[in-house]
């Protein structure tokens, strides 16, 4: 069989999805299409690689308004972290905020135009595909799926994407999955929730006048009319909301952490052992974000008041920035650097600061570190809200854009960790234990045929 699969542009989206490209390569002709500088992770496959376009992302249809929302921030930003050190009311420019954020994100998914997918028509003609296989924020499959009359079955390789059409709820956002969870989570307080969720709202309602379109995802909705979707997670993390009706939803596994090429530096094996007999965390936002420096700087001291070694993985430029703001009693008990070996630091670290990114929760809950979830975009907001359902961490509910104290939520974590401990260790053996779905991912591609 012929298989073109459509990757997404990003490297946490590729690495859920491999044991599935894994099985599919050993058995079809499959061509991937992924950016160039993901080529090596695709050595081992028996397949064929093409490569998107450079400006892959580049056509946005909605960059100036883009740009518009994020101009309002700059200025909110400012006006938010004065009236919080005044001591001032700040939940109404926190919900408008999150309200301009929100928008400007969801923007961002939407805005590839048909003229750029188009440019793939020869190529794709010329490959003459029997099925197309897409990441479910992946546009360009699915168009082209449309316009051959070839099947498109799709993967999902995290939260906020699956959310549109696993919904419950008969509003056009991920809030009906929000709303679905909310019975069940303990510990929220209403009022930030309350606040999350008239801003998403009203970004939603935005963006939809934006586009004058009555639906926010209108390529994500394809995922229910499609007769398979790959969702890599487990039914034991996700709330129970699939149904088996027209599509057939099938969990690609939580427990195994996919190994990828990585390089310890010498300069972590040495912080961790001169702390081996102390607490000892690990404090990450991602390999492309970048947050303000007095931000992670206000988060390093608040977690100092409960660790005496502390890892901080950071882009380089930021380093020096972030180090000549502490302390000198503080810097020896931090460790900053880009492109830590994260496998090695979850071995050898007893709790996980995090974005709530999925590919980290699945790591964290491999090497059974309980975690402490600070979002900064949507679906990491719903990460940390199933974290909490599952008790092995706690998550806060204010962008980590915004200066904000988090000693509560420190507290909380450290008071009731040895539960956290308890629960994702437990966790973890039962994730350990699923068989990865061969037999089944066989058998639809045999009923395809």
């Known amino acids: 069989m012929k298989i073109v699969i459509f990757t997404f542009i990003r490297y946490s989206h590729i690495i859920p999805v491999l044991p599935l490209l894994r099985q599919l390569c050993a058995d079809n002709m499959v061509t991937v299409f992924c950016k160039k500088e993901y080529e090596n992770m695709f050595e081992e496959f028996n397949c064929n690689l093409k490569f998107y376009h450079e400006n892959y992302m580049d056509n946005y249809a909605h960059a100036e308004k883009q740009k518009e929302f994020e101009k309002r921030n700059v200025k909110l930003r400012k006006k938010i972290s004065n009236c919080f050190y005044n001591g001032e009311e700040t939940q109404a420019l926190e ?3 999150l309200k301009n954020y929100f928008a400007q994100s969801v923007l961002g998914m939407v805005n590839e135009e048909t003229q750029s997918i188009e440019r ?35 993967y999902i390789t995290n939260n906020i994407y699956s959310l549109e059409f696993l919904k419950r709820s008969e509003e056009e956002s991920f809030l009906g999955y929000y709303q679905l969870l909310e019975g069940n989570t303990v510990n929220v307080d209403d009022e930030k929730k309350n606040n999350l969720l008239e801003a998403t709202m009203e970004a939603y309602s935005e963006v939809a006048r934006i586009l004058k379109n009555d639906s926010i995802y209108p390529a994500f909705q394809q995922a229910p009319k499609e007769k398979v979707c790959f969702i890599c997670s487990s039914p034991k993390i996700h709330p129970e909301i699939f149904s088996e009706g027209q599509t057939q939803f099938i969990f690609l596994g939580n427990s195994a952490v996919e190994k990828t090429p990585s390089y310890t530096s010498q300069s972590e094996i040495n912080f961790i052992e001169r702390g081996a007999n102390c607490r000892k965390g690990y404090l990450s936002y991602g390999s492309y974000i970048s947050l303000p420096i007095a931000t992670i700087v206000s988060e390093i001291r608040q977690l100092l008041t409960y660790t005496d070694r502390l890892i901080v993985s950071c882009p380089k430029f930021t380093s020096k920035e972030i180090n000549e703001s502490l302390f000198e009693k503080e810097k020896k008990n931090v460790h900053l650097q880009e492109g830590v070996d994260q496998e090695y630091v979850l071995a050898n670290v007893d709790f996980f600061v995090s974005s709530g990114g999925w590919n980290s929760i699945k790591e964290a809950i491999a090497f059974e570190v309980p975690l402490i979830i600070n979002p900064l975009f949507s679906e990491q907001i719903l990460n940390g809200k199933m974290i909490m359902d599952l008790q092995i961490g706690v998550s806060s509910y204010h962008s980590k854009f915004i200066l904000k104290d988090d000693s509560q939520l420190l507290e909380d974590y450290f008071k009731q960790y040895d539960i956290y401990k308890e629960n994702i260790q ?17 058998a639809v591609l045999e009923n395809l045929v």
């Open 95 to 97: 919900k408008e905020y």
């Open 426 to 442: 437990k966790l973890n053996k039962e994730l350990s234990l699923e068989k990865y779905p061969s037999d089944r991912i066989a």
């Open 120 to 154: 793939y028509s020869h190529v794709i003609d010329i490959l003459e595909p029997d099925l197309i296989i897409r990441d479910s924020i992946e546009m360009i499959g699915l168009y082209h799926g449309k316009r051959m009359d070839v099947p498109v079955y799709s």
